[in-house]
């Protein structure tokens, strides 16, 4: 079955970065869109950035201009560069696997599959 397996949170003081990865296995597709999402202490699942396979990018504003998604085709792993981090990026960030989509989605429950969720702490 399709797994995503998440690596890179901790805790980084305001302003440093961080660098999160998600590799899937356990299928084969060619055309796919992977996220990430966050969800911080009772607050909603909220969406942060997504890539597609064929190339484009999606950001939410919050993190325009700090946090750069990447993909690796061949490795099915995707990346998300956090720089400038401040306090209100503290969550849990999930990546997310959509592979029955017309365009990008920023809605969690359209995404087909998850990550176990690592945690990202940015203290003041």
């Known amino acids: 079955q399709v797994q995503l397996e998440e690596s890179g949170g901790g805790l980084v003081q305001a302003g440093g970065s961080l660098r999160l990865s998600c590799t899937a296995s356990?299928?084969?597709?060619?055309?796919?869109?992977m996220a990430w999402f966050r969800q911080a202490p009772g607050k909603e699942r909220e969406f942060v950035a997504a890539?597609?396979?064929?190339?484009?990018?999606y950001y939410t504003d919050s993190v325009k201009g700090r946090f750069t998604i990447s993909l690796d085709n061949a490795k099915k792993t995707v990346y998300l560069q956090m720089d400038s981090l401040k306090p209100e990026d503290t969550a849990v960030y999930y990546c997310?696997?959509?592979?029955?989509?017309?365009?990008?989605?920023?809605?969690?429950?359209?995404?087909?599959?998850w990550g176990q969720g690592t945690q990202v702490t940015v203290s003041s």
């Open positions: 890539r597609w396979s064929g190339g484009s990018t």
């Open positions: 997310a696997l959509d592979l029955n989509f017309g365009a990008v989605e920023f809605i969690p429950a359209k995404y087909d599959y």
């Open positions: 356990g299928g084969t597709w060619t055309s796919y869109i």
